[in-house]
């Protein structure tokens, strides 16, 4: 990635001053009749006028010199090992408009201090899906405020928000037709508990940032083994911030060399921002289902932590996020290991029902994208998008974390289940509020995931050639590996098909590469099959031919080498089976 290419010219929408209300922090969830809003309307009118407007004061510049400035803030955020947190002085929005509203006036450049953009707007009522919008809208003035429609398309209910259109227009959204509940909220009184009691409290936890961050937080970035400890009051405040997008939507990172200068590389980071879950669906107006889940989800987080905050968000309360680097000499001779696959009765379960989950305690695989998340907030619905949507508090790491290199792995440990979820990808649905009982120790939640990214194979054949071999071997070992400070005994892995979906890798293959990993590291393996019984009596059958042959992890590496070569002309497992069968 060039420096360059990453300064977009961006062009602002427009706002207009009489969509805002003066915000004030209630405790009270009464409700107001229609008569009363109604009556309401001179005084409103009369706040506004009294308010002076949002970019009057913001500093401009002439062409040449605002490319200049942003290409030096540019430059200051890639080389700052901290995160632009919302009230950074980084925090900026640049801006390249017109003048004025001659075509021959030229352009400027305009600074804006999207944290001023956040206070102004999220210290006012919102009380309706178009409020939300210009809200959202207006901490973003670089965005067109047609590209963020999706707020309408989730939001929007005609008989509630109907009743605060204090002068119609020609342009009112009227919105799909055969919108259902599946794909935003449909009924009067889900806007109620929503614009009364959780949005309120949304706002309110995003202006906290200053308070909650007098230290700042640093980038987990590339090739450095690092920990961040949080709050979870902290993690609430950055979530709530990306629901407003009002942080940078895209960390990055340049690293210096020794010798002073930057490498030519920077580092990408996860795009933490709901703005492509806010993204206009132009030719139906409707969000899909999937996506419409994952919004309902983190709404329901916000629900929970507003309705239990002094516990669930009680200073004690933490999380975890560690990245972890390994070098080559960590890893074990793959094709040497003298330890045996199944060292003992027990050490390998397969689970035909259940999931990852469910198996509390235990070290969880996260099936990862390079990129933290994957698409959790840009129209991903796989294994990652929906554990980051169930447990929201995993997505806060894909704020200060750098894109996975081949030799790490992210370790994030206490964040709660707060939703349930039925249906895969595009029949993904949120069912309903999730009660987490896991046990807290010393402040966590003794839930620990392990990010680990498997390759995407567009040619599915190339998975069987060595190097493909040791770098998911490598990879899944990372993931499992056990540091010092780790408990003993070890925890176990549950896992699954990890790459085994859309990155197209041979299920199979995975289950024995996540077997020999886990065999390295000395941990017992837990794998579910997500109700696949025929596989769950293969990996079974398979698993016990290992033991009572006394397999070690040097063997069976030289035995998927091997059948790489081959030819392949049957699947891996009747090969294996061939193979110890003929040492007899």
């Known amino acids: 990635m060039k420096v360059s290419a990453n300064l977009k010219k961006i062009v602002a929408s427009d706002y207009s001053k009489e969509d805002e209300i003066q915000h004030s922090h209630s405790d009270s969830n009464e409700e107001r009749s229609e008569n009363e809003v109604g009556n309401d309307q001179n005084e409103w009118k009369k706040e506004l006028e009294r308010e002076e407007p949002t970019n009057q004061s913001e500093p401009k510049y002439e062409e040449e010199e605002g490319r200049r400035l942003a290409k ?14 919302p009230h950074s002085p980084l925090n900026i929005v640049w801006v390249n408009r017109k003048k004025n509203e001659s075509e021959a006036s030229g352009n400027c450049w305009i600074e804006f201090k999207r944290w001023d953009l956040a206070q102004h707007s999220l210290n006012r009522k919102v009380r309706n899906a178009k409020e939300l919008l210009n809200a959202i809208s207006s901490i973003n003035p670089q965005k067109d405020k047609d590209s963020l429609m999706g707020i309408m398309e989730f939001f929007h209910v005609k008989e509630y928000d109907s009743k ?15 919108k259902t509940s599946k794909c935003g909220f449909t009924s009067v009184e889900q806007c109620q508990k929503f614009y009364d009691g959780t949005l309120p409290f949304i706002q309110k936890i995003a202006l906290e940032s200053s308070t909650l961050f007098p230290d700042g937080i640093p980038k987990l970035i590339q090739q450095v083994t690092k920990e961040i400890v949080i709050t979870r009051r902290q993690a609430a405040c950055l979530l709530a911030n990306a629901f407003f997008c009002s942080l940078i939507e ?9 010798t002073g200068n930057l490498d030519e590389e920077v580092q990408g980071f996860p795009a933490f921002s709901f703005s492509g879950l806010w993204k206009r669906h132009v030719y139906t107006d409707l969000i899909p289902q999937q ?5 309902f989800c983190f709404i329901h987080y916000f629900e929970r932590i507003s309705e239990g905050e002094d516990v669930l968000l009680a200073p004690e309360r933490r999380l975890m996020f560690k990245r972890r680097s390994l070098e080559e000499a960590d890893y074990p001779d793959w094709k040497k290991s003298p330890r045996t696959v199944v060292e003992r009765s027990g050490n390998v379960e397969i689970f035909g029902k259940g999931s990852i989950e469910d198996a509390r305690g235990d070290l969880q695989a996260d099936f990862a994208n390079l990129s933290l998340g994957g698409g959790v907030f840009t129209g991903g619905c796989v294994q990652e998008e929906i554990r980051f949507s169930v447990c929201p508090e995993l997505a806060v790491g894909m704020l200060f974390t750098a894109y996975m290199k081949d030799n790490e792995a992210v370790i994030m440990k206490g964040a709660e289940q707060f939703s349930n979820y039925k249906g895969y990808a595009g029949t993904l649905e949120f069912a309903g509020d999730h009660k987490d009982t896991t046990e807290i120790v010393g402040g966590f939640i003794d839930t620990t995931v392990v990010a680990i990214d498997a390759v995407h194979f567009w040619d599915k054949e190339i998975q069987f050639e060595e190097s493909w071999i040791m770098r998911e071997l490598n990879k899944a070992y990372c993931g499992f590996y056990l540091d010092a400070n780790d408990v003993r005994p070890p925890k176990a892995i549950a896992t699954g098909n990890w790459g085994c979906g859309v990155f197209n890798g041979n299920k199979q293959l995975k289950f024995l590469i996540q077997l020999a990993a886990a065999s390295a590291c000395d941990r017992p393996l837990k794998y579910y099959t997500f109700g696949d019984e025929t596989l769950k009596q293969q990996l079974d059958g398979m698993q016990k031919l290992l033991a009572s042959q006394g397999v070690t992890i040097g063997r069976l590496v030289k035995m998927m080498v091997k059948y790489g070569r081959s030819g392949r002309k049957t699947d891996l497992f009747e090969w294996i089976v061939t193979q110890l069968e003929g040492s007899r």
């Not at 030096?72 to 947190?85: A, G, I, K, M, Q």
């Not at 204090?166 to 919105?175: A, I, S, T």
């Open 72 to 85: 030096d803030w540019e430059t200051r955020v890639l080389n700052s090992t901290e995160v632009v947190l």
């Open 164 to 178: 605060f259109n204090l002068e119609e227009k020609e342009d009112e959204y009227v919105g799909a037709k055969d």
């Open 250 to 258: 895209v960390q990055l990172y340049q690293c210096p060399t020794k």
């Open 291 to 295: 996506e419409a889940a994952k919004i």
